[in-house]
Structure formats: structure tokens, C-alpha cells
T-cell receptor, first 113, second 117 residues
Framework: EAQVTQNPRYLITVTGKKLTVTCSQN?????MSWYRQDPGLGLRQIYY?????VTDKGDVPEGYKVSRKEKRNFPLILESPSPNQTSLYFC????WGGGRPQHFGDGTRLSIL | AQTVTQSQPEMSVQEAETVTLSCTYD???????LFWYKQPPSRQMILVIR??????QNATENRFSVNFQKAAKSFSLKISDSQLGDTAMYFC??????????????FGEGTQLTVNP
């Protein structure tokens, strides 16, 4: 089954404790992206990657890091999480070009105390 | 920069009736794509419909159709014969396609639709 898998689905942690949210897709997609969803703001792009070793900032990259060492994986790293990063996070992937629709993971609910 | 605006934070409709969700966007691009995504309480993001800006014909998917007005930069979603399972948050999204930045989506704020029995 074609899918984007995120882990964990829920996480409660404390300020300053490094965490990683994993994202993996099995569709051989070139393009992968991370979004955060906040009430009244919709989804906003954090980082994206157009292929292995090619990443770039989205609209709200501060406080986040990413890497793309393999085509299927695109982890999101919070080196020193803060309460303002409490949010719902989505990973998405798509084929390159032509307005291809993005396929989304099931989301990660992150709470930072 | 592109912006997408959904001016209706909440809407409700009776089962079997028709409802229209509004979306406007701002861009200087001529070639782009527009999408509606549905997010039910399970929080999955589900593609509802896709429109190519260079196509005049409005996209249709079963009970879902759009009214795309390129000059007015308007992209509304019409849901016919509303069903209880249509209850969800609906997001309008704009995709600019450029070689340097890939398939970047800009989302609106969302409209919470409730279908009442």
C-alpha cells in the first residue's frame, strides 16, 4: 500500500530535550516536505526537499532541521524544542513537477511543556 | 508571495443539501494549480479536487465541484447532496510550480464544515 508513515503519532516532551519525528514514503517520490498546522493559520511549510541531499527552507524554518540522506526518509529534528513549537505536524511527498498532488502522513501531535 | 484566504471559519448544512465554501488567492503567477483538501476528525489530509489554472473547465469529482474564476482569483468548492461523512475541516491550497522550489503548497486558514442530520 502506497503511504507516508510518520512516527510518533503523539509526543509530549519538555523544553530543550532534542527530538526527531521520522517520515518515510514507499512511493519513490522525489519531493518531500514538512508542514505544521496551527488553529486559524492552516498548514505552513517548514522545510522541503527536492531530492537526496537537496533541502531548503519553507515559510517557518526557525528552530527546525531536516536531512535527506535517503530518498524514502525525511526526518524533522527539533534540537532544542520550545513551547511555541507545540503543534500538529505533517509530512508529505509527491512526484516531481506537473502540479502532482501531495500525499500526506497521518500527522504527529507534538506538545512541548 | 502567494496568499490564500478562506473567509468562512465555520459553516453548517443540512444533510442532502448543497453548500459552497469560498476561497480567494493572490498571485502574480500565470501557471499554477489549486486544490481542496479535506481533514476529518481523524486528522488525515485527503485530496478532494484539483484544478489546473490553464484549464477553463471547472473540475468535478462526484458530488464535489469547483467554480474557478481566474480573473477574480476565486476558487470555491460546491458540495452537493451533503452527507454526514462530509463533516470535516476543508483547506484550499495554491501550488506554484517552479524549478527552484518544487511543488510548494500554500494553504488557507480552513473552513470547518458540519453536516447536520
Amino acid at each position: 500500500e502506497a503511504q507516508v508513515t510518520q512516527n510518533p503519532r503523539y509526543l509530549i516532551t519538555v523544553t530543550g530535550k532534542k527530538l526527531t519525528v521520522t517520515c518515510s514514503q514507499n512511493m519513490n517520490h522525489e519531493y518531500m516536505s514538512w508542514y505544521r498546522q496551527d488553529p486559524g493559520l492552516g498548514l505552513r511549510q517548514i522545510y522541503y526537499s527536492m531530492n537526496v541531499e537537496v533541502t531548503d527552507k519553507g515559510d517557518v524554518p526557525e528552530g527546525y532541521k531536516v536531512s535527506r540522506k535517503e530518498k524514502r526518509n525525511f526526518p524533522l529534528i527539533l534540537e532544542s524544542p520550545s513551547p511555541n513549537q507545540t503543534s500538529l505536524y505533517f509530512c508529505a511527498s509527491s512526484l516531481w513537477g506537473g502540479g502532482r498532488p501531495q500525499h500526506f502522513g497521518d500527522g504527529t501531535r507534538l506538545s512541548i511543556l | 508571495a502567494q496568499t490564500v484566504t478562506q473567509s468562512q471559519p465555520e459553516m453548517s448544512v443540512q444533510e442532502a443539501e448543497t453548500v459552497t465554501l469560498s476561497c480567494t488567492y493572490d498571485t502574480s503567477e500565470n501557471n499554477y494549480y489549486l486544490f481542496w483538501y479535506k481533514q476529518p476528525p481523524s486528522r488525515q489530509m485527503i485530496l478532494v479536487i484539483r484544478q489546473e489554472a490553464y484549464k477553463q473547465q471547472n473540475a468535478t469529482e462526484n458530488r464535489f465541484s469547483v467554480n474557478f474564476q481566474k480573473a477574480a482569483k476565486s476558487f470555491s468548492l460546491k458540495i452537493s447532496d451533503s452527507q454526514l461523512g462530509d463533516t470535516a475541516m476543508y483547506f484550499c491550497a495554491f501550488m506554484r510550480v517552479k524549478e527552484t522550489s518544487g511543488s510548494r503548497l500554500t494553504f488557507g486558514e480552513g473552513t470547518q464544515l458540519t453536516v447536520n442530520p
